[in-house]
């Protein structure tokens, strides 16, 4: 997933791996963040909004780094599994959803973050890329967070890991 986010970057010319990259590699990658986003309508919807950003269209952001101003230095992002420093490394952003993501997992007891993880963290920041992009599909950002949680608890109640 994050060899996708970094090839997305790359190939749409963006300076740093944001999280709508990541959004767009979890759906493209993760049969579970696809069913959790929601029906085929709001699927495809939103994934329109994602290949429209990454052909140039609609939703516009190589000039600027995504940054909510939670975080000053953008990381190396070779612990994330991204080559240091290559396409500008990680949006401040994306970086601090990646370590929540991995945050998540290890609440669970868990070594490796799952998509859930990611989806959930990249819900956090109410003015990250992916939380602009799900607002304009008409998929409120705080309802997806809600049925991550909501799907992770029933998951946990039927003996699994959660999520």
């Known amino acids: ?25 979890l759906l493209e990658s993760d049969p579970e963040v696809r069913a959790t986003v929601g ?3 709001q699927l495809a919807r939103l994934l329109g909004y994602l ?3 990454s052909i140039g269209y609609g939703l516009r952001w190589q000039s600027g780094v995504e940054d909510s101003g939670a975080i000053a230095v953008v990381p190396d992002p070779a612990p994330y599994g991204g080559e240091p420093k290559e396409a500008g490394g990680w949006s401040p ?3 601090a959803a990646m370590e929540e993501a991995r945050r998540r ?4 007891g868990e070594t490796r973050a799952g998509g859930t993880d990611l989806l959930a963290a ?3 920041d109410p003015q990250s890329r992916a939380v602009e992009v799900l607002e304009r599909a008409g998929i409120p950002a705080c309802d997806l967070r809600a049925r991550v949680e909501a799907r992770a608890a029933e998951y946990a ?3 699994g890991a959660a999520c």
Do not use: F, K
């Open 39 to 41: 029906e085929a309508p």
């Open 93 to 95: 952003v994306a970086a």
């Open 1 to 25: 997933m994050v060899a996708g986010a970094r090839r997305r970057a790359l190939r749409d010319g963006d300076r740093q791996i944001d999280t709508a990259h990541l959004l767009h590699s």
């Open 122 to 124: 990249l819900v956090v």
């Open 51 to 53: 290949v429209q950003r």
């Open 157 to 159: 109640e039927e003996g």
């Open 105 to 108: 997992a290890r609440r669970r």
